[in-house]
């Protein structure tokens, strides 16, 4: 009787905890807002401890992007240590007391002692070296002992192993924000892990960490664009913090890291009420609120932070800023405006558009349709306390920046006196709101909404009232405003050509290689990746029977867009600049080309007015024709198009401008360490002097074109074998009906002309190139010719790269950064060739210090020349693979594009399915055979892009005769 009375309670007692679960549930669950005509259909949850919830379901793929915001950033860092919010971003990487440690009883004691002498190293004075190296040697000594108990990217193994995707984070000056995008069902295993990770973060590895952080930060000493941008907000900003600091902080102090002060940063802002997640995919918001509240419930509220952000005196006169750098020479306007909820900022920002929309702005008109500068924009910065409308120009040959600067006012004083069309302001909000719909259509964009509404402070209700907003601000608030906040109150920043002399780099510490553990596990990360989930089947794609395929004339292949009101429309040839060098200039060309019935500018405004967006790209083997824009106006934006294809008329004064903007930009070419370093470098390791790259007309023969010829190319861009791809709302038959009346084609196609096909060159012997660039780092790219294509060892070469260099978790990032310190960017890759006569290459990349260069390169050509064995690593790269494709969904026009790219390498079917089912087969012997038939043992054309009098020759010497190249060389003019 007992037993069964016992019995009879505990299920009482259960229906009762079962009541209020229940209970809680439904309360957790049916707690949030949602507002009518929003187009996420959002649900916004705060948790009882302050946590914000941003829920929205967009089923476009199995998969979730995911946002931690955290409302501080760098405006929140000490002014005695700034860069502090962006350190801890990077800390929040390293692991908890329950993973990344092997012991953490031990390893705490050790970290204690760290941060202790990292007090001691920022009290003593810069200047006495003596001491702050003996400290120093202290901390390296005490971290190489510590790190004998860390496990290192534990948490990217975890994400990794779940199937996550672009795994980052990033500090600006009011958030700091952690980002994935992961499998719907891996939703709860991934907040197990970020719950975890924010509960009691520990501040491991921070030494090597901390050099990654300078590399950063020389990297930025690099970059002409980063210094005008913190020029620009020193001078708007005097007082405010967005001006007095930045966020990769001062060198001195990145030299006086204090771990206790990121202690303290992180224990202020870190709070649940300062802090929300934003998700957006495919998700039941139900069950995911409650898995939500489970996970950080429980995390404890505390006191809001509070901010007293500082208040600008008006500025009354220009203020004039200039910074030096290799780079090309341009300007910038900015002018000061209040916070991102004042009316007035709003107003700025379709005064922005006013100015500049890409198409039928004043300054796209005015400035860059009548070729009077080489380029023109301008753009918002909105913030919370304050916001910034930028202009920007680049000059023409013999134009300087003060010529510019006159020239952009002068479209400024346009709108101030209404010098603009009625008709623009409707047309501006319809753009801005196709813009919104385009946004909508990836979840990475819905989920960024929530994003900036939480970091900016404004209420969801009145976020998603944008076009109210905007709609009801006429043309005479528009000048009101105008006049208010444009006048003689700007800062202008002139970037000029020539050595920076006030750059200093933060120069190399001693720092001895540390452990990572790389087959050690925690006891957390087994469960997380052992705890079975319901598996998704992964989606390949039927090239049958995903695509239309019909006939307008020519081939037409067709995918019915089924989400909204959007074309996109391509016409492609296979014929490029290889062909015809002649081609790139003709559809630059035809941008400044009007009819008989229409002028440039007309037809500038016309495409505007229908939302229709047009680019002609020429590649060095296909080009393509895309527009773009709403479905209602499809067949008038054809039209239009069409029309000036067949009737376009010549603009001799605007090819004689082209020409001296082309030998311009290509001036300006030579000036970008990108450019240099991946297109003219890369292309001559792999072809020589003579490359695709380097095949453009002399300046000679650019001079000598003429309009006729360019205007035969352009009428007949389409009288060439082709095809259309389409993807909107019209049906098959409806798009094959309206392009057979719209696409006009001769009444025979002519063939495509044999083009110039470049051989690429046997690399036998090892060979050094560098080229002489004024910068602080050190770039090296290192090349290898590999097989030719072949289908068959995709999974392979897959798992390859996930496991050795393509992730945070992967040899080459663990090696190289986490351990030594040497890089702050480092990959390497056994890359895929575009068509299928092509061969494979292996590039390896690191970013360093001048000084480490040495260490660098025998670093990267140990791991080049022995792959380490670590089968756990392999396991993840596996379980990465796999989890990624179940999730996988190729959707709407990209279908076709990979029809295309099937169709050039010979391959018939979705290539990700031999991956899928083979990538799990492989064992460490079968990487380790890989490794050693295509990686080791190549000859490597070593490519080296730094500053001459920085470099050690010598150690370049090691690898094979040095050969310096000129600009010249490797752009061919």
Known sequence: MKTKLTYIL????????????????SKIENNYESFANDPLNARIYTLENGLKVYLSVYKDAPRVQTYIAVRAGSKNDPADATGLAHYLEHMLFKGT????????????????????LYEEYRTIDMDDEENRNRVYAQIDSVSGEAAKFAIANEYDKMVSGIGAK??????SAESTVYVNDIPSNQLEKWLSIESERFRNPVFRLFHTELEAVYEEKNRGLDNDGRKMFEAMLSGLFQ?????????????????????????KYFNKYYVPNNMAICLSGDFDPDQVIVWINEKFGSFERKDDPEFTPGVEEPITSPIIKEVYGPDVERVYLAFRFPGIEKRET?????????????QAGLVDLNLNQQQKVLNASCFPYTLKDYSTHILYGIPKEGQSLDEVKDLLLTEVEKVKNGLFPDWLLPAIISDMKLEKIKKLEANSSRANEFVQSFILDIEWKEYIKEFEVLESITKEEVIEVANKYYQDNYVMVLKNSGEDKTVRKVTKPAITPVEVNREAQSDFLITILETDVAEIEPDFINFEKDIARSNCGVELLHKTNTENDRFK???????GKNHNPKLGLAVDYLKYLGTDEISPTQKQEEFYKLGCEVSVNSQNEQTYITLTGLNDNFNASVELFENLLANAVANDAALENLKLDVLKKREDAKLNKQTILYSGMANFAKYGAENPFTNQISAEELMATTADELLEIIRNLTSYEHRVLYYGPLSVDEATSALSELHQLPKELKKIPEGGDYAELDINNTSVYVVDYDMKQAEILMVAKGASYNATKMPLIRLHNEYFGGSMGSIVFQTLRESKALAYSVYSTYSSPRTADKSHYVMAYIGTQADKLKEAMIGMNELLSELPAANSNMENAQDAIVQKIRTERITKDRVLFSYESAKRLGVEKDVREDVYNNVSNFTMDDLQAFHNEHISGNEYTILVLGNKQELDMDALKEYGEVKFLTLEDIFGY
Not at 239 to 263: D, M
Not at 569 to 575: A, E, K, P, V
């Open 166 to 171: 672009g795994t980052n984070a990033y500090t």
């Open 569 to 575: 429309l391509y016409y492609i040839t296979d014929m």
């Open 10 to 25: 505990i299920i009482a007692v259960l229906a009762v905890i079962g009541y209020n679960v229940n209970e809680e549930m």
């Open 346 to 358: 709003q107003v700025m920002r379709l005064i922005d558009m006013v100015l500049s929309n890409s």
């Open 239 to 263: 007082k405010h913090t967005y001006g007095t600091q930045t966020t990769i902080g001062t060198v001195e102090h990145l030299k006086n890291p204090s771990l206790t002060e990121i202690r």
């Open 97 to 116: 007391d329950k993973y990344g440690s092997l012991n953490f009883e031990k390893e705490k004691v050790l970290i204690d002692k760290i941060e202790a």
